[in-house]
């Protein structure tokens, strides 16, 4: 398996532009895992699907920010309208739910100017 | 929710000592705690774990340990070499969803 794949790798973008991040977990994987990090705040946990299914969104910051699993195979995590201060490496994880090892993707490290 | 501290934030040592990072976490029904490491640049990558029925865990120069009484759990790094520097997140979850991160400790290994 390739491994959780995430694109775009890098986005620069200006403020008030919508910005969307996506996510392939690991094939078998049922859930999946939104962080961002910064070096303020670590690694927060944004949002986390099991089975598709939205469980926790409490990390979600603010309405600006939505996530969506339409399938299995695929997640997007969008921003609308962008901030300067939304600038951060966005990492998407997989697990078999249950089993505990996260793998993480190679993380979208997003610029809003 | 769950809220995991992690010390020291920086950690600076000598080729061949011992490192020691701790975490602390503030809900008991957490019951699966793993140690990731990430290099600059690149993806946090599991390096060992343990779970709430075991008290210490080792893998070569790598060992955890955990005190659920206490609430926290520690990585121990023996020998260290220069390919160990990198960032260190603590983490504890339950039945493994909900994964919640401590703040990091970036450590050295001065050749």
């Known amino acids: 398996d390739a491994g959780v794949i995430q694109s775009p790798r890098h986005e620069v973008t200006e403020m008030g532009q919508e910005v969307t991040l996506r996510c392939k977990p690991i094939s078998g994987h049922n859930s999946l895992f939104w962080y961002r990090q910064t070096m303020m705040r670590g690694l927060e946990l944004l949002i986390y699907?099991?089975?598709?299914?939205?469980?926790?969104d409490s990390g979600m910051p603010e309405d600006r920010f939505s996530a969506k699993m339409p399938n299995a195979s695929f997640s997007t995590l969008k921003i609308q309208p962008s901030e300067p201060r939304d600038s951060a490496v966005y990492f998407c994880a997989s697990s078999f739910h249950g089993t505990g090892e996260l793998f993480f993707g190679e993380g979208s490290r997003l610029t809003v100017l | 929710g769950e809220n995991v501290e992690q010390h020291p934030s920086t950690l600076s040592v000598q080729e061949g000592d011992s490192a020691v990072i701790k975490c602390t976490y503030s809900?008991?029904?957490?019951?699966?705690f793993p140690w990731y490491k990430q290099e600059l640049g690149k993806r946090p990558q599991l390096i060992i774990d343990i779970r709430s029925n075991v008290g210490e865990k080792k893998d070569q120069r790598i060992a955890v340990t955990l005190n659920k009484t206490a609430k926290h759990f520690s990585l121990h790094i023996t020998e260290t070499q220069p390919e160990d520097s990198a960032v260190y997140f603590c983490?504890?979850?339950?039945?493994?969803?909900?994964?919640?991160f401590g703040t990091g400790t970036s450590l050295t290994v001065i050749p």
């Open positions: 809900d008991s029904a957490s019951n699966y």
């Open positions: 983490a504890a979850s339950i039945t493994g969803n909900q994964f919640y």
């Open positions: 699907f099991n089975n598709n299914v939205p469980i926790d």
